[in-house]
């Protein structure tokens, strides 16, 4: 019995030390199978460590535990740069039996601090479909036995993090430090799916506007799960948004690709309070106290199929009766809240969307506020809408706190819209918006706003879009003591006439303080006095003689910071002048960050670039600098502070900037370069940066550069380069840039200094480093001084041949021509003398670092070892001879990489210079790369062409249905002109209706 118990001891330590060892000893294993399963299904990238897998019996027993820290899945095509989830813990608990069986059994699935963002395209495509379809499978069979099932019982999220955006709708919401629970038996084909989800806040978006802000969300929810018809049910639920408690019922269909809806929703609770807290600004820590009275209805559904372009019509209704609703602090209430709503969409498209405000009303205090809103579709809008408001701005903060801030001033809004709104067509509109004896004071700031008044309209009397008129007739307001007034006149909205002026002080640093910028801090004086009338039309075709500009600005001690832009900047001084044409920029002084600056310069075309979207800001500036710190620029899009590298994505060059600038900088600091005494032109235009003679030094060389940097296509961009240099080091060179450690590794090891002139181009990754399969380019490298020693390649050369001399030698003076083909550098020959050895180099480097060279060595017959000249006398064959031959020379091929150099004798002559036999193999290898080039900008032109080919005609086509539609709207509106004076003439010819006079005579 002893015996069996120590046996049986033994084995349970056994045991023990094997489910220790198992998973540490099989990790690689698990991280290929993880990889196989993730390759045949997913269609994503799948990051993670094979260090961060782990497995384990007693973390979870008795279940077994796989875990997977930082797992990150990012997108493929058009979501390459879109992290569709970051995961930095994900667990799998699984039943260890099922392990070995044909259907595993997932007890948990737990997810720690996930950041998961949803994406969804204008064309409907989104970043989560990630699956690969079977494309095996041609008709369903019998695969009962061979089927990997999973089945799941238990899920949980932990504090985390999800984004939505739908750009097709456009929706989008946020939910920060989610707490997500969920339970259902998986194994069964019908059962009931139990989830708990809490939120701490909440952010719900449509067409850019906030609807929910810092809610709160909390959902518990019962579904019926039927896996086999794919109809899910929702059963008891309840979902609460800070204090609105709302419930669905209904069920969702998944046949196949189309999704199938058939809900109703409504609210739980009857209450006006119910519906108030969802209001952005009202829920708030004082929430609870807050009085109310009232009641509301709220329902809607949502029915119908949703596949590719087709959507689920829905309806919403909501209605409040008599609410009200007063602060405990504060003396009025709003009273007589009446609001009767719907917006509702039989398809679900934007164009058959309709919002119906059939009423509503609220008395803020005694200030009434009432309108009536009817918007018949959301692309092409029919609007019938009236909004009437006389708000005592005093009596506001009787009903609403205003924390912090002391409000006068009488507000009056008057506004009726009636007609078509779309891109050629206004509503008619009769609106106004005045506020007199505007008063504003900020506890943060002694001196207040007054004396702020403003008369503004906007009428349209035909529904044309030129016959819109939006009036500024008066601003004016003061700012301790100081005064700011101005008007301004537009009329028409595709060809805007104008005519406004601004005068005064602005004072940022006071204005601030009296409203707050969350994130922002400003400070600095705007003194103008600015006048400009004119048309839009002219200054397009630039008749600036028929447009009217003039006037002054100052600035001084302008300061801006904020959490966008940590590094800041400040403006000590600028003056500028204005007028018909150009503003003229003198004696600008400042700082970008901790970078000094001086600017002087001018810029045409301002009232286009600040009126259109499509008309260029052009000037030319001169730009001095003592230290210009680039790094300071590059900054972590999390923290917004500092990094060492360059924040990955493609810097877009703006389409609609043609400037160009003239820099004369003492010192500038880019990554780890000092470049000294840069000047030159940097022109932007078109969505292309050009570099024009910019020259510079760093690292003991002299630098002169031109060339571009194209953005047209962010997908692809392009970058050509055209540099000279002069006196650099070889080491130096290695260190800092990126190509010469691809294409040039020897230069690591070499002692000395190189000029050169070379010329190259090709895209740029989404990194921003070249894409070395794209490069073309040739030059000349001309080696002033390098001392060659325990370099790989040369080492190998002299162990294979025992010329000793090979290993340590000096080339100077040396002049090398290259060229870059479809991303290799091809090395033309050149020759060098060591010792008595005439040795002639040339061949290719690609990106990947596998070198193709040949190197021949005429040397002295005698220098030819026994063993060597054996296998050279074999190479040669019966017709060439070594005996009574002063000299041979030897053919050697150089492949492999840089580092792991492979040499071997490929041949010989005691015919053929050295020089020759190199020049006839690399011309060779030359025209093979030439021709797969050739080969492949031939198949990217024809893409192109395709391309180019596929858009004109469908700009044919659209032309074509606009043409057609317009001759459609002529033909009708010359029908209804006939119309309307024949039926005006038949009108003249009807005799009046005679009076019936009984009356009368009665």
């Known amino acids: 019995m002893k015996k069996i118990a120590i046996g049986f001891g033994i084995f349970l330590v056994l045991l023990l030390i094997a489910a220790a060892l198992v998973p540490v000893l099989f990790k690689d294993k698990i991280k290929l199978a993880l990889d196989q399963q993730i390759a045949e299904n997913i269609n994503?990238?799948?990051?993670?460590?094979?260090?961060?897998?782990?497995?384990?019996?007693?973390?979870?027993?008795?279940?077994?535990?796989?875990?997977?820290?930082?797992?990150?899945?990012?997108?493929?095509?058009?979501?390459?740069?879109?992290?569709?989830?970051?995961?930095?813990?994900?667990?799998?608990?699984?039943?260890?039996?099922?392990?070995?069986?044909?259907?595993?059994?997932?007890?948990?699935?737990?997810?720690d601090e996930p950041v998961i963002r949803l994406l969804v395209l204008k064309s409907g495509k989104a970043n989560w479909d990630i699956m690969k379809e079977d494309t095996t499978v041609t008709e369903p069979t019998d695969t009962t036995a061979s089927d990997f099932n999973m089945a799941i019982k238990g899920w949980k999220v932990n504090n985390g993090t999800i984004y939505y955006d739908d750009l097709s709708i456009p929706f989008g919401f946020a939910a920060y430090n989610v707490q997500h629970s969920g339970s259902g038996d998986f194994e069964k084909d019908v059962f009931d799916m139990d989830s708990k989800t809490t939120a701490d806040r909440f952010v719900m978006t449509y067409d850019g506007v906030n609807y929910l802000e810092n809610a709160r969300l909390d959902a518990d929810v019962t579904m019926a799960m039927d896996l086999n018809q794919s109809l899910y049910t929702f059963k008891d639920n309840n979902i609460r948004i800070n204090e609105f408690p709302f419930k669905f019922a209904g069920t969702i269909?998944?046949?196949?690709?189309?999704?199938?809806?058939?809900?109703?929703?409504?609210?739980?609770?009857?209450?006006?309070?119910?519906?108030?807290?969802?209001?952005p600004g009202m829920y708030s820590e004082e929430f609870e106290n807050i009085?109310?009275?009232?009641?509301?209805?709220?329902?809607?559904?949502?029915?119908?199929?949703?596949?590719?372009?087709?959507?689920?019509?829905y309806g919403v209704d909501l209605k409040v009766m008599e609410g009200f609703f007063k602060y405990p602090d504060l003396p009025e209430a709003a009273r007589n809240i009446n609001v009767d709503m719907s917006v509702a969409s039989k398809d679900g498209t934007l164009q058959n969307t309709n919002i119906n405000i059939r009423q509503f009303h609220m008395d803020l205090g005694k200030n009434p506020i009432d309108a009536k809103v009817v918007v018949n579709g959301l692309e092409t809008m029919q609007v019938d809408g009236n909004v009437k408001a006389n708000v005592d701005l005093a009596e506001l903060t009787k009903v609403y706190p205003v924390e912090g801030m002391t409000l006068r001033g009488l507000l009056k809004v008057d506004a009726d819209a009636k007609g078509t709104y779309s891109e050629t067509s206004m509503p008619v509109i009769d609106a106004d918006l005045n506020l007199t004896n505007g008063y504003i004071k900020s506890k943060d700031f002694p001196a207040p706003i007054q004396n702020l008044n403003m008369v503004t309209n906007v009428r349209n009397t035909t529904g044309n879009t030129d016959d819109t008129r939006i009036n500024i007739e008066r601003f004016n307001m003061t700012l301790d003591g100081e005064p700011l007034e101005g008007r301004m006149l537009i009329t028409g909205i595709d060809k805007?006439?104008?005519?406004?002026?601004?005068?005064?002080?602005?004072?940022?640093?006071?204005?601030?303080?009296?409203?707050?910028?969350?994130?922002?801090?400003?400070?600095?004086?705007?003194?103008?006095?600015?006048?400009?009338?004119?048309?839009?039309?002219?200054?397009?075709?630039?008749?600036?003689?028929?447009?009217?500009?003039?006037?002054?600005?100052?600035?001084?001690?302008?300061?801006?910071?904020?959490?966008?832009?940590?590094?800041?900047?400040?403006?000590?001084?600028?003056?500028?002048?204005?007028?018909?044409?150009?503003?003229?920029?003198?004696?600008?002084?400042?700082?970008?960050?901790?970078?000094?600056?001086?600017?002087?310069?001018?810029?045409?075309?301002?009232?286009?670039?600040?009126?259109?979207?499509?008309?260029?800001?052009?000037?030319?500036?001169?730009?001095?600098?003592?230290?210009?710190?680039?790094?300071?620029?590059?900054?972590?899009?999390?923290?917004?502070?500092?990094?060492?590298?360059?924040?990955?994505?493609?810097?877009?060059?703006?389409?609609?900037?043609?400037?160009?600038l003239n820099i004369d900088a003492k010192q500038v600091l880019y990554s780890n370069l000092k470049l000294s005494n840069m000047s030159g032109q940097v022109q932007v235009k078109d969505q292309v940066a050009r570099l024009n003679k910019v020259t510079f030094n760093t690292l003991g060389g002299t630098f002169a550069a031109s060339g571009s940097y194209n953005t047209k296509s962010l997908q692809k961009p392009l970058f050509d380069m055209k540099l000279d240099i002069q006196d650099l080091g070889f080491k130096e060179a290695f260190n800092a840039f990126n190509t010469v450690q691809a294409f040039a590794p020897i230069a690591k090891l070499l002692e000395g200094k190189f000029n050169t002139s070379f010329a190259f181009a090709g895209e740029l990754g989404q990194d921003m480093v070249p894409v070395f399969q794209t490069l073309d380019g040739k030059g000349v490298i001309n080696v002033l001084h390098a001392a060659v020693r325990d370099v790989p390649i040369v080492e190998k050369i002299s162990s294979l041949t025992h010329f000793e001399e090979l290993r340590s030698f000096v080339i100077e003076n040396k002049k090398i021509d290259a060229q870059i083909i479809d991303g290799k550098l091809v090395v033309k020959p050149f020759h060098l003398k060591v010792g008595d050895i005439d040795m002639s180099v040339g061949g290719s480097t690609a990106a990947t670092g596998n070198m193709d060279f040949t190197t021949a060595l005429n040397v002295p017959t005698g220098k030819v070892g026994q063993q060597l000249g054996s296998r050279l006398t074999n190479l040669l064959g019966a017709n060439q001879n070594l005996v009574n031959t002063e000299r041979v020379t030897l053919n050697l091929s150089v492949g492999g990489t840089f580092s792991d150099p492979k040499v071997a004798l490929a041949g010989g002559s005691v015919k053929e210079k050295a020089a020759d036999i190199v020049e006839n193999v690399v011309q060779e290898k030359l025209n093979v790369v030439k021709q797969q080039a050739d080969a492949r900008k031939q198949q990217l032109q024809d893409s192109v062409n395709a391309e180019v080919d596929r858009r004109k005609q469908e700009l044919e086509r659209k032309a074509q249905e606009e043409l057609a539609k317009k001759r459609q709207e002529a033909e009708q509106q010359i029908k209804k002109q006939a119309t309307d004076k024949v039926g005006g003439f038949l009108k003249g010819l009807t005799k009046p209706a005679q009076q019936d006079t009984t009356k009368n005579q009665q």
């Open 44 to 111: 994503a990238q799948v990051i993670y460590k094979t260090d961060d897998v782990s497995l384990s019996l007693f973390r979870d027993f008795p279940n077994l535990s796989l875990g997977v820290e930082n797992l990150s899945v990012v997108g493929v095509d058009s979501f390459a740069t879109d992290t569709l989830a970051r995961v930095p813990s994900f667990r799998l608990g699984m039943n260890l039996l099922s392990v070995f069986g044909d259907e595993l059994k997932v007890n948990s699935i737990t997810l």
């Open 253 to 279: 269909l998944m046949p196949e690709e189309a999704i199938d809806f058939d809900l109703t929703f409504s609210a739980t609770e009857t209450d006006f309070r119910n519906v108030l807290s969802v209001v």
């Open 291 to 313: 009085k109310t009275e009232g009641k509301l209805s709220f329902d809607g559904y949502f029915k119908g199929r949703m596949i590719d372009t087709l959507m689920p019509g």
């Open 496 to 660: 805007p006439a104008f005519d406004g002026r601004i005068k005064g002080i602005l004072d940022l640093e006071k204005l601030t303080k009296i409203f707050p910028q969350e994130g922002m801090t400003v400070a600095g004086r705007i003194n103008a006095d600015v006048t400009a009338k004119g048309k839009l039309s002219d200054i397009e075709a630039e008749k600036y003689n028929n447009v009217v500009a003039n006037g002054t600005m100052a600035i001084s001690n302008l300061n801006f910071v904020s959490t966008d832009l940590p590094q800041g900047f400040k403006i000590a001084k600028a003056n500028a002048t204005f007028n018909n044409e150009r503003v003229n920029l003198q004696n600008m002084s400042g700082h970008l960050g901790k970078s000094d600056f001086q600017a002087n310069g001018s810029v045409s075309n301002y009232i286009g670039y600040a009126l259109a979207d499509d008309q260029p800001l052009r000037g030319s500036f001169n730009l001095t600098s003592n230290v210009f710190d680039v790094n300071e620029w590059m900054v972590d899009e999390t923290s917004g502070q500092p990094v060492e590298g360059a924040e990955e994505g493609v810097v877009e060059v703006p389409a609609n900037l043609d400037l160009a």
